[in-house]
């Protein structure tokens, strides 16, 4: 009987070629798949990812207890398949500049990764760094001091000035977070935050860093302790950093890698010149659909993606969603609908409508505003259940918490009526919505046949 608190590797770490930013479900479910097979599909170089972790030392310290090594459950209607995975070859609590900046000097590394959540890019609802998050001005001040930084664009402009001086070339900066034009939206907040610290580094960032832009796709719920004892009980080993996730899994790549790259293409991915169609249609398909089932589903005292799917007020809403989104997609709508119904009724995979509902502020304006500008733009009119999701999310303010970038929102929406609330909430997430005025009506419209569900806001009903 093995030690169910020993961890082994059957063969020697790959070298950490990949440096990866925020070490949540998702990336070791995905970029952490994808490259472990890779590596086992035979190419001469295998590449390892040494990992940081996004904003506390926590995630860092289980996984550095097995050496990197976790369960990989893949959860279908039918079952659980467990893998190991062995990509992850070292793990680092974020805070540490010091072995951050230490990557960042080596020649081999040649690829940074992130997934640190659409609010980790601090920007402004314009979309360029905000220079007046505290952290953010923090960061400047720290980094012209030749301090350490702590949010994600400052770590980055951190670690791209020490390659600078080691003079180890070129790298690319691979985003996997759930934005469009992912690379350039990483492009824009490091070279902001760069010309704030050493405007000559801004040059050379232009000059050596290539921003990947790619579109991911796997549906990954936090991992919870029923997990972790189906994992015990599947493999006889203690894991305290499991992670469950769907069997589908997708990754649509733009960019160049100047320093090399893994053969991602020999695990599914692919590589392609204009990603904004594959982007597009996951943002407005699975994620606004993710959302609307958040809002609506908790407002029913619905705990589950899956139990939300079920019900058929929220089903109704969603499938008018999608045909909303698919008269504006460029891509066809019709297969990527289908595998989301088999998708979202998968049971089996717990993923909480309030893990969903986290940071709207940030999430709505790409999952359900653009699509509102994209109808406006074909001339189509305002599509209602768009409308609906951003007066369900509104109605679920009910808090910073849960949406720090909400904050001011929520505390100016108490006593105001329908129509100033959708207004106010517009203003704050999408203050360059084109027909705003329009939007806002139909908003309103939802708002005012909603019953009261939160309740800082219900006695605010008109
Ligand atoms: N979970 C999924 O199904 C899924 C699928 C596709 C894409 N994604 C993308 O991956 C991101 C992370 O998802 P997850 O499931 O790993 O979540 P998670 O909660 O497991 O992990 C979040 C990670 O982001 C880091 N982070 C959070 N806020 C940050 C900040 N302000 N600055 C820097 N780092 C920060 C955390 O430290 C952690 O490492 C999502 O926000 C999304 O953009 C997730
Ligand atoms: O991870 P977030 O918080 O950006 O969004 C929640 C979900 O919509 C998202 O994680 C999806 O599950 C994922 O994008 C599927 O690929």
Not at 56 to 75: I, K
Not at 212 to 228: G, W
Not at 248 to 271: H, M, Y
Request: aromatic share 6%; glycine share 8%.
């Amino acid at each position: 009987m093995p030690d169910p608190t020993s961890w082994e590797r059957t063969e020697a770490p790959a070298p950490a070629r990949i440096v990866h930013l925020g070490l949540g479900a998702f990336a070791r479910a995905h970029l952490l798949w994808y490259t472990q097979r890779a590596n086992e599909a035979g190419t001469a170089e295998r590449w390892g990812v040494a990992a940081f972790t996004g904003r506390s030392a926590a995630a860092a310290q289980p996984l550095a207890r097995q050496d990197g090594l976790y369960t990989l459950l893949v959860r279908s209607p039918e079952g659980d398949a467990p893998t190991t995975i062995d990509a992850l070859v070292a793990v680092h609590d974020g805070a540490d500049a010091d072995a951050w900046r230490e990557y960042f000097r080596r020649p081999e590394v040649g690829v940074v990764t992130l997934t640190v959540t659409e609010a980790g890019y601090r920007r402004t609802s314009t979309g360029g760094l905000d220079r007046h998050d505290p952290e953010v001005a923090r960061d400047i001040a720290n980094l012209r001091a030749g301090g350490d930084a702590g949010t994600a664009p400052g770590r980055l402009v951190d670690g791209l000035r020490a390659r600078r001086a080691a003079g180890t070339g070129p790298i690319a900066v691979v985003s996997c977070d759930n934005l469009p034009d992912n690379g350039r939206v990483a492009r824009r907040v490091i070279l902001d935050l760069a010309s704030a610290v050493d405007p000559s580094l801004t040059d050379w960032i232009e000059q050596h860093v290539s921003f990947v832009s790619t579109m991911v796709d796997r549906i990954t719920p936090a991992t919870t302790e029923a997990d972790r004892a189906v994992v015990r009980k599947l493999t006889g080993r203690e894991d305290r950093s499991p992670v469950v996730t769907e069997p589908f899994s997708e990754w649509v790549l733009q960019g160049d890698f100047p320093a090399g790259r893994p053969r991602w293409e020999a695990a599914g991915a692919r590589f392609v010149d204009d990603l904004e169609p594959y982007e597009r249609r996951k943002l407005w398909l699975l994620n606004a659909g993710h959302s609307l089932l958040a809002y609506e589903g908790l407002a029913r005292g619905l705990t589950t993606v899956a139990d939300a799917f079920a019900d058929p007020t929220c089903r109704a809403e969603l499938e008018q969603l999608w045909s909303e989104a698919a008269e504006v997609l460029t891509l066809p709508a019709h297969d990527a609908t289908a595998a989301l119904r088999e998708r979202f009724a998968n049971a089996r995979i717990e993923h909480r409508l309030a893990q969903i509902a986290r940071d709207g502020s940030v999430k709505l304006p790409v999952r359900i505003l653009t699509v509102a500008q994209a109808r406006a733009v074909a001339g189509l009119p305002v599509g209602p259940a768009g409308a609906g999701v951003v007066a369900a999310w509104i109605d679920h303010l009910d808090g910073a918490a849960s949406d720090p970038g909400a904050a001011d929102l929520v505390a100016r929406l108490p006593g105001q009526g329908s129509s100033a609330r959708a207004v106010l909430a517009l203003d704050a997430i999408a203050p360059r919505l084109a027909r705003k005025d329009v939007f806002a009506r139909h908003v309103a419209e939802r708002l005012a046949v909603r019953r009261p569900t939160s309740p800082t806001l219900a006695g605010a009903r008109p």
